[in-house]
């Protein structure tokens, strides 16, 4: 379909704004721009039915199944969208006096108050504006803690290597080289591993849990005891969070801080990417080093972005802990087990799972075996999934299994979703064996056949040019 | 309780059965009992959807929404055309994640191919990210771009907005580098002191255009010097003055960034906002977070794609240049309906009537008696006066509805949008005479 620039028309465009009721102001000559910027100028009949047809060619929670590991698809209720259009949110200033901003505070409290009792944690920020974001802040309150104790010779950070990239990423980012632990061959952590690489440099373990690869870690007192016992500090990747609400918490697991993806675990939705919300919990000991803003609080602190967040995301996921309530967190957690596991064994017998053995909310296929035997590799099977209108599982992660398809139902989905899944899983097993270069060539049905990633990174073309 | 677990209960005991379990404990055989829940979470009970509704209702009426605002410092209240609320809530938007599977995301990275464009064409420069979370954190990502082995030192501006000042101060400190800061002269860089902040382990010096204080820096002058010097040049830019401003490519920047939120997203408390990042063709590799490519797909047609991932957290891992794997999709999607709604010539004329507006306030404001300009330079839609009694003024308009302008230290930063009617301009310089006349 033709881009927006290729529809333009010079000369068309809307009225936004009316005639100007003061007088003009001239910019100073040395300040303005030699041309204006090339921008669409397109009717709004265009405009909308150009928006219509990109969003027809975007697969959402809402068109279908969408089982992406370790992204948490779940249904986003609109009623949290509402909320959070609401004037009384959009509408008020981040820097209004803060008695006119009464209800922005009492949100951000409430919201802070419910999900440090989820957790297990003492405080909270919400400036973070995504996992991501969460880490770094996450890591550099073990930083600050570490040096107010005169302890800054601590310069490692430890990861397993079943972790997310973000974990090491981030821990660089924070002045920290990276300990690279391998795991255990169920993706535990390796605690003989662990205990080789603990020590006084130690500041501190990046650990998720359930794991990457799904498994919850039985061992996890004794990592984090291990961990304080050498002096580090242990910080939670919440990316898993939605397995364990209202079953067990990462404070009751010994983790210190924690960052939760309010755009996974909290239902709130991922928009193409962004935004979501990396809403960071901690125990008390690392509250001081909590960040804030030097504009609206002015205490000095550090800080990882303007004011307090993505504010409207944290309305959307307060929402949806106020409609859940205490059953319905736990609810929601023991059904996204429930599923995950539900359909593994209903895959089973065709696609292996990596570990035969219950999962927690995501589980791992492990096509190396079927690769071999039949030539079709898991991309092959995720590209073919596209042509049945579900969403491919996540690919290739995590790196400790070969051929992996990380599945994701999530609770929202019914059963016959997933019986519906789980037999087309098996009609492509099948279709493998038959057909594979029909699968190699998948997707058959799609907007687009697969794309040349080697030529878009070889000679990159990152904008439209006439 | 509110729900959205389809399964009814028989068929979760099923479910359970299906898979030879028999209840959900034993979903949770690995969680040591030690630290199971066998208590509920201290959370209220769960409500119904009319229930929440009215609660939620109930918080947002406890925040005053004032029918105008002459606040900016950093959120700034323009007007936003209603077509632009409606696409980026279309559902398929809204509830996609990250679009790693093009076939089945076509739409979601050419509405990003499009911003990046769009971006580049506001900035001038060659290349754009997909964006990152916001104008401060471009600012700080930008910065770390810039250094390498022998230079690690950042310069920013004190006229930096004070948020954008401190999370480059806390990226800095990440990674364990230095951060100066060059003092302010008449509501500008102090031009001298940069000059010989300019030291050889200078990576790089940031401005904001027009900054904190809405005053023009000269940007084409500061452009040379830090070029001379060695530093790279990053530019913070308001994205709605860039309509009608000379560029950042035309100043010789090396990196344009800027707080997106101007091009169509509310002020919402702030945030979720955008920040975007744009840099000459030389830098375009070290650009962190997601960028959309162009190229073909199997059978020959137009296609985009994730590009040059090879830069990104989970290829390189530790040695990725940023950790940053969301951007801010929707809100750059946003920008993009904004971009196209108000085309080149809406979008100079909300530049121009801002800048018009804010003057008109500042010249009747400076007509009465006691009140003066902080900063004699020309600016853009924000000024700093100075004037007594300024909590009582800023009370008084607040009874009429007016949000004033932001108390900064020696006075009050204004700011005026082309949503400001002329007449709640003469409303407000009526009421603060009025107060001051007392």
Same mark, same amino acid.
């Given at each position: ?82 909320? &959070?259009? @609401?004037?009384?949110? $959009? /509408?008020?200033?981040? #820097?209004?006096?803060?008695? !006119? +901003?009464?209800?922005?505070? %009492? ?88 205990? &080789?690489? @603990?020590?006084?440099? $130690? /500041?501190?373990?990046? #650990?998720?849990?359930?794991? !990457? +690869?799904?498994?919850?870690? %039985? ?88 004011? &307090? ?158 | ?438």
């Amino acid at each position: 379909m033709k881009l927006i620039f290729e529809k333009s028309v010079p000369g068309r465009g809307t009225t936004m704004l009316g005639k100007c009721d003061v007088e003009a102001v001239a910019l100073p000559a040395e300040l303005c721009r030699q041309e204006a910027p090339a921008l669409p100028e397109i009717s709004e009949t265009d405009l909308s039915r150009h928006y219509t047809e990109l969003c027809q060619k975007v697969h959402g929670v809402n068109c279908g199944f969408y089982p992406l590991g370790s992204c948490t698809m779940k249904y986003n209720p609109r009623i949290d969208e509402e909320i &959070a259009a @609401l004037p009384g949110f $959009t /509408a008020v200033h981040p #820097l209004a006096p803060k008695e !006119t +901003v009464e209800g922005c505070y %009492e949100a951000l409290d409430t919201a802070k108050k419910y999900l440090c009792e989820v957790t297990g944690m003492d405080d909270m920020t919400f400036q973070p504006a995504a996992g991501a974001h969460g880490e770094f802040t996450g890591v550099l309150l073990i930083k600050q803690y570490h040096e107010s104790r005169g302890e800054s010779h601590r310069n490692k950070i430890i990861v397993p290597d079943s972790a997310h990239g973000t974990n090491p990423a981030t821990a660089a980012m924070c002045g920290y080289e990276i300990v690279n632990i391998p795991s255990a061959p169920n993706g535990c952590v390796d605690l003989e591993a662990l205990k &080789a690489v @603990l020590g006084n440099d $130690t /500041a501190g373990l990046m #650990l998720t849990n359930p794991n !990457t +690869v799904g498994i919850f870690d %039985e061992n996890i007192l004794e990592i984090t005891r291990l961990v304080h016992e050498a002096g580090g500090q242990c910080y939670y990747d919440g990316a898993n969070l939605n397995a364990v609400m209202g079953a067990v918490r990462p404070g009751d697991m010994g983790f210190d801080c924690i960052h939760m993806n309010l755009h996974k675990t909290f239902a709130t939705p991922h928009g193409g990417g962004g935004p979501g919300a990396g809403a960071v919990g901690c125990k008390g000991h690392l509250a001081a080093f909590l960040p804030s803003s030097a504009l609206m609080d002015n205490d000095g602190r550090l800080q990882v972005r303007s004011f &307090a967040g993505n504010f409207l995301v944290v309305i959307k996921a307060l929402t949806y802990v106020m409609t859940l309530g205490a059953e319905g967190i736990k609810e929601a957690s023991a059904n996204a087990v429930l599923n995950a596991n539900y359909l593994m064994r209903k895959i089973q017998g065709t696609f292996e799972p990596a570990f035969d053995r219950i999962c927690m909310h995501e589980f791992v296929l492990d096509l190396s075996e079927f690769k071999k035997r039949t030539g079709v590799s898991a991309l092959d099977v995720a590209k073919s999934l596209i042509d049945h209108g579900m969403h491919p599982p996540t690919m290739y992660f995590p790196l400790i299994v070969h051929e992996a398809l990380m599945l994701e139902p999530t609770e929202t989905e019914s059963r016959e979703t997933l019986d519906w899944a789980a037999e087309i899983f098996r009609k492509l097993y099948a279709l493998a064996e038959t057909d594979p270069e029909y699968m190699h060539n998948a997707p058959h049905n799609a907007a687009i056949a697969r794309p040349d990633e080697v030529r878009a990174a070889r000679t990159p073309i990152l904008r439209y040019t006439k | 309780m509110g729900s959205y677990v389809p399964s009814t209960k028989e068929e979760r005991r099923e479910m359970l059965e299906a898979i030879g379990l028999k209840d959900y404990r034993e979903l949770y055989q690995d969680v040591p009992a030690e630290m199971y829940l066998d208590k509920p979470l201290d959370l209220p009970e769960g409500m119904s959807e009319l229930e929440v509704s009215h609660a939620m209702n109930a918080m947002a009426s406890k925040n005053r929404v004032f029918s105008t605002v002459l606040r900016g410092a950093g959120a700034y209240d323009h007007y936003i055309p209603s077509i632009v609320k409606y696409i980026p809530a279309k559902e398929e938007f809204l509830t996609a994640y990250t679009p790693y599977q093009a076939e089945m995301s076509q739409g979601v990275l050419q509405s990003i191919f499009e911003y990046q464009t769009m971006i580049c064409e506001l900035t001038g420069m060659a290349v754009s990210n997909a964006s990152v979370y916001d104008g401060a954190t471009a600012a700080a990502e930008a910065a770390a771009m810039c250094r390498d082995r022998k230079r690690r030192v950042t310069l920013i501006s004190a006229a930096a907005h004070p948020d954008t000042i401190n999370t480059v101060r806390t990226y800095c400190y990440g990674t364990n580098d230095e951060l100066r800061i060059v003092p302010v002269k008449d509501g500008k860089t102090d031009l001298d002191a940069l000059k010989e902040m300019l030291t050889a382990d200078v990576a790089s010096f940031y401005v904001q255009q027009p900054n904190f204080f809405g005053q023009f820096e000269d940007c084409t002058a500061i452009g040379e010097m830090v070029h001379a010097a060695g530093a790279q040049y990053i530019m913070g830019c308001n994205p709605i003055a860039l309509a009608i401003m000379k560029t950042p490519a035309e100043c010789g920047a090396d990196i344009a960034v800027g707080e997106g939120q101007p091009l169509g997203m509310p002020i919402s408390f702030g945030g979720p906002y955008l920040g975007f990042m744009a840099a000459t063709q030389k830098m375009m590799r070290k650009l962190p977070g997601r960028i959309v490519g162009e190229t073909v797909d199997a059978k020959g047609e137009r296609a985009y794609v994730l590009s040059l991932q090879a830069r990104e957290q989970h290829i390189r891992r530790e040695k990725a240049s940023s950790n940053i794997c969301s951007n801010q999709a929707l809100c750059a999607l946003t920008a993009g309906v904004y971009m196209s709604a108000m085309g080149p010539r809406g979008m100079a004329e909300a530049a121009n009537q801002s800048m018009a507006k804010a003057h008109y306030l500042a010249k009747g404001l400076c007509a009465i008696e006691g009140v003066s300009l902080k900063y004699e330079g020309a600016f853009f839609h924000e000024f700093v006066t100075v004037m007594p009694k300024a909590e009582e003024v800023l009370a008084a308009l607040a009874e009429a509805d007016i949000l004033g302008g932001l108390p900064v230290e020696g006075g009050i930063l204004w700011c005026a949008t082309e949503k400001v009617c002329r007449e709640k301009l003469d409303e407000t310089i009526a009421i603060v005479k009025e107060v001051l006349g007392k």
